[in-house]
């Protein structure tokens, strides 16, 4: 049964982790046995988990045309079904459950909020955002990610500034012979190894420096940057026995791992830059070494004072914080209430 | 740890249900054609040959990882890995990287692919050879009770030796000579299409086994206790003995192999140590051990050492000469003012045999820091006249090696009888009461023979 809230997190039967967000009748990032409109914000593996429950229930499933590539990458069978609707930036989709936009969200390459209008009714999910930089669309009812805000990401950076400091960790690595892993989560890892190949402005890493990636890393950086692609170097796989080879002679090269691969003992000797996913407390600099490398805060998500200025231009009267994705939930809930008294705010679900 | 027995019989159960394994995906392994270095008589690199090898460790730890690591067998194998030296080891692998990650890799599964891989390696074949598979075993078994033991390896570069691949131990520290692996590893011999002169001359190594509870801490540590036999045998006799990295674990099938310190090394005078110099290269490198070199006092002998090694290492010769002249000035002058007339006197007192042999080294020295003075204060190189004799440049670097050489090893044996307070100048001062009194030169004297 759907409650009578506009906006809800809807977890399903003993599952209190990663739950769907329901925009009236429409179910982003999770599955619900009621569904039949469903929205993705982002490729993040706590974000797309139900996509093949999904994929049997829902009749429209609505993405970023990158978020769509890199699903398929992740899972080829997934581009032969029909209900995939790939829909660019403030643009409508409309259906008989609202009108549907995606706006950009500024966290990985084709990270969207989703925002819907029912019949005047305005809601939105904002998936993980970084803020400014991102669309804003007002709305009456907010479904806030709870990853945000939270004070252990709360440390600033300057992304752009991060990004080049990494790519000349990395030269000065390879100028030393030494073999480098980078280990970041999918999409960011993309985006570094495309500031590495264009955006970066200064002296190019020749291409006779091997990249590496996963197979599957490697399809999602040819999908989502499909129209870059012909600037990179081959980028060898990490099954491949010609990495392999790299490994047995301890060849220079740089190595791009996404966190659900661990490396493997031989590479416990490399150089290894670690990005986000760790503790970035607001005291902490951006960049901080540690006993085998260096750590890197790209911040992919928003600080506190980012999400106050948020909350400031959407507007809202109600804001649910997901506490299915972070414990953080409740004390976020409370800031925010502390800050807008004007808001209705509370968590959901009620764990 | 555990039962010997009942693993060496649960591997062999891991064995027999992998063996057919192998050979069901066998088409699947990768065979390449590796070169292999050749070695004349002596020792030295002849040329390398091409050899069709099987890649068992690609095939083992890749190709087939998901249905060997399925393997029931397999699994009751790794219930061995659970014990604290176990978790030592995969903790030193995993280092502080995955502190605040519940979910760690536990590197310690990977050891019995890399056993089944070094089976194959010896046996080429897939089928079950006792006689391979306690050679084998028995190796193994030796890494997993000294886990956390790692093997240093450090090509010697400007050294030609009689010493055997058995080699000789200066205290912990091995000598002998080259195998294969260690060549091709160095010389990158699968890229290079032609070898740097140096490796045509690379005939030894030196070893160490060192264990540690981490992967950063080992290197530093062992780099200072080569750099000491390096010490040792410049002190010893003539030549330019040099390493060009350190590497760790080349002949540990078990463990993959790193390096560290990559530096160029140029050809120079090779140092010739015989097998029976092993004695004294050990006294000096025990004499070396026992100096504190980071107390303050001793300073002054740490940076004469270095400057002598260095200077020996240099390729022009007035570099030489002022690293020389340095090294010489840290030893016998520790403050300014009248440095020649110091030096001069200094030296002759300490080394001079006799009187006609103290006033020959008194103005050898005195001239040679004129010279030095020289060519440091921008006027190049003076006269070269001493004691009405014309010397090359050559020669006069050659005496002064050979007095930084027994100067060096006179001070290593001083700095023990004086304590730590303002010890050079103390050294200094009863060197000076020796010049004017033979019965305190005798006590002296006593000190460092």
């Known amino acids: ?351 | 740890m555990f039962d010997k027995e009942i693993f060496k019989t649960d591997l062999i159960n891991f064995l027999k249900k992998s063996i057919p394994l192998c050979e069901k995906y066998s088409k699947s392994l990768i065979i390449e054609e590796l070169k292999q270095p050749e070695f004349f008589s002596t020792g030295k690199y002849k040329k390398f040959n091409f050899v069709k090898k099987s890649n068992y460790d690609f095939f083992i730890t890749k190709t087939l990882k998901n249905e060997l690591t399925s393997l029931n067998e397999y699994k009751i194998l790794i219930k061995f890995f659970v014990t604290k030296e176990f978790k030592n080891y995969n903790a030193k692998l995993l280092g502080t990287s995955y502190e605040k990650i519940p979910s760690k890799p536990n590197f310690a599964y990977e050891l019995p692919l890399k056993f089944l891989v070094e089976y194959l390696k010896h046996h080429e074949d897939f089928s079950i050879s006792k006689k391979i598979f306690d050679k084998v075993f028995e190796s193994f078994f030796l890494f997993l009770e000294n886990l956390l033991e790692d093997e240093y390896i450090a090509p010697l570069f400007n050294f030609e030796s009689n010493i055997s691949k058995h080699g000789v131990t200066i205290n912990d520290i091995c000598i002998r000579k080259i195998n294969e692996s260690e060549f091709s590893i160095f010389s990158n011999l699968e890229e290079n299409v032609h070898l740097q002169n140096i490796f045509h001359n690379l005939t030894h190594v030196m070893t160490i086994q060192y264990p540690s509870s981490d992967l950063n801490s080992g290197y530093e540590l062992i780099k200072e206790k080569f750099q000491r036999v390096l010490d040792s045998l410049s002190l010893l006799k003539e030549g330019n003995p040099r390493f060009g990295g350190i590497y760790r674990n080349i002949n540990n099938p078990w463990i993959h192999y790193d390096s560290k310190y990559e530096i160029d090394v140029i050809l120079r005078n090779p140092l010739k140590m015989k097998k029976t110099e092993k004695k004294l290269v050990t006294q000096i490198y025990d004499g070396l051990n026992l100096i504190d070199f980071s107390q303050k006092g001793n300073k002054f002998l740490e940076i004469a050492k270095k400057r002598f090694v260095t200077g020996l290492s240099r390729t022009s010769k007035t570099d030489q000469l002022i690293d020389l002249m340095i090294s010489l000035e840290s030893l016998y002058v520790s403050s300014p003012g009248e440095i020649t007339v110091r030096l001069s006197n200094r030296i002759a007192t300490v080394l001079g045999k006799n009187d006609l042999d103290r006033e020959n080294i008194w103005r050898f020295i005195k001239k040679v820091y004129n010279m030095r003075s020289g060519i440091v204060h921008g006027e190049g190189l003076r006269s070269n006249e001493i004691n009405g004799k014309i010397y090359t440049l050559d020669e006069i670097i050659e005496k002064l090696i050979q007095m930084n050489r027994h100067s060096i090893m006179i001070f290593m044996k001083l700095v023990n009888h004086y304590n730590e307070n303002n010890k050079i100048d103390r050294i200094s001062d009863d060197i000076d009461k020796a010049l004017i009194n033979r019965i305190f030169l005798k006590k002296l004297k006593i000190k460092f023979n």
């Open chain 1, 1 to 351: 049964m759907l409650s009578e809230e506009p906006i809800d997190i809807q977890c399903n039967k003993n599952q209190n982790k990663n739950c769907s967000v329901r925009l009236g009748r429409i179910f982003c990032d999770g599955y619900n046995p009621e569904g039949s409109v469903g929205c993705f914000s982002h490729f993040h593996q706590d974000h797309t988990h139900a996509i093949t429950d999904c994929i049997g229930q829902y009749d429209t499933i609505i993405t970023h045309p990158i978020t769509l590539e890199a699903i398929t990458a992740m899972d080829s069978g997934f581009r032969y079904r029909e209900q995939w609707v790939a829909q660019d930036y403030d643009t409508r989709y409309h259906c008989a459950a609202g009108d549907i936009r995606l706006l950009k969200a500024n966290h990985i390459p084709g990270s969207a909020q989703v925002h819907v209008d029912v019949n005047g009714v305005t809601m939105l999910y904002s998936g993980d955002f970084n803020y400014p930089d991102i669309q804003i669309r007002e709305a009456e009812y907010l479904v806030l990610d709870s990853t945000h805000g939270d004070p252990i990401y709360d440390g600033q950076t300057d992304r752009t500034s991060v990004k080049n400091r990494m790519f000349e960790d990395v030269k000065e690595k390879i100028d030393s012979e030494k073999p480098v892993v980078i280990e970041a989560n999918s999409g960011t890892l993309q985006e570094i190894i495309k500031h590495f190949e264009i955006n970066y402005e200064g002296n190019k890493l020749s291409h006779d420096i091997p990249f590496v990636t996963t197979k599957q890393q490697k399809k999602i950086l040819e999908k989502i940057y499909k129209n870059e692609v012909n600037e990179f170097r081959r980028i060898i796989e990490y099954e491949d026995f010609e990495f392999w080879k790299l490994v047995r002679g301890n060849k220079k090269c740089v190595i791009f791992l996404p966190y659900n691969k661990s490396p493997d003992s031989e590479l416990q000797n490399y150089y290894k830059m670690r990005v986000d996913r760790y503790r970035f407390p607001s005291e902490e600099p951006a960049i901080t070494p540690t006993n085998d490398g260096m750590r890197y805060n790209l911040a992919a998500h928003a600080s506190i004072q980012n999400i106050i200025s948020y909350i400031k231009e959407i507007k809202p009267k109600t804001i649910v914080t997901d506490s299915s994705r972070s414990g953080y939930a409740p004390r976020l809930a409370k800031i925010i209430h502390q800050s807008f008294p004007e808001i209705t705010c509370y968590p959901r679900p009620k764990l």
